[in-house]
């Protein structure tokens, strides 16, 4: 059984930013590549970031790159996502993920952008 955790998220102005956290447990973290996925208010959930097993692969979609940065910890079982200049279309709930399609994700974290 699969447990992931999400923390970190909260209410930013645009420009700022979140770094969220994911603590993982229940399965072994080490041999995974994962994911970070999210949903907007009344949208489906889109892909946001993966990253390898021992973090030297990253991967992001186009609306993200060069804004956010993901990274692992595998000591810590954590999975990170730091969200740098942050905008209004961020603002959805973020879910870390052991699957691309964000089948097997945790509650999540919200993520609100606004002034």
């Known amino acids: 059984q699969v447990r992931l955790v999400e923390s970190g998220g909260g209410l930013v102005q645009p420009g700022g930013s979140l770094r969220l956290s994911c603590e993982a447990s229940k399965f072994t973290f080490n041999k995974y590549w994962m994911y970070w996925v999210r949903q907007a208010p009344g949208k489906g959930l889109e892909w946001v970031s993966s990253?390898?097993?021992?973090?030297?692969?990253?991967q992001y979609s186009a609306s993200v790159e060069g804004r956010f940065t993901i990274s692992r910890d595998n000591a810590k079982n954590t999975l990170y996502l730091q969200m740098n200049s942050l905008k209004s279309e961020d603002t959805a709930m973020y879910y870390c993920?052991?699957?691309?399609?964000?089948?097997?994700r945790g509650r999540g974290t919200q993520v609100t952008v606004s002034s």
């Open positions: 993920s052991r699957d691309q399609r964000g089948s097997l």
């Open positions: 990253i390898n097993t021992v973090g030297s692969i990253t």
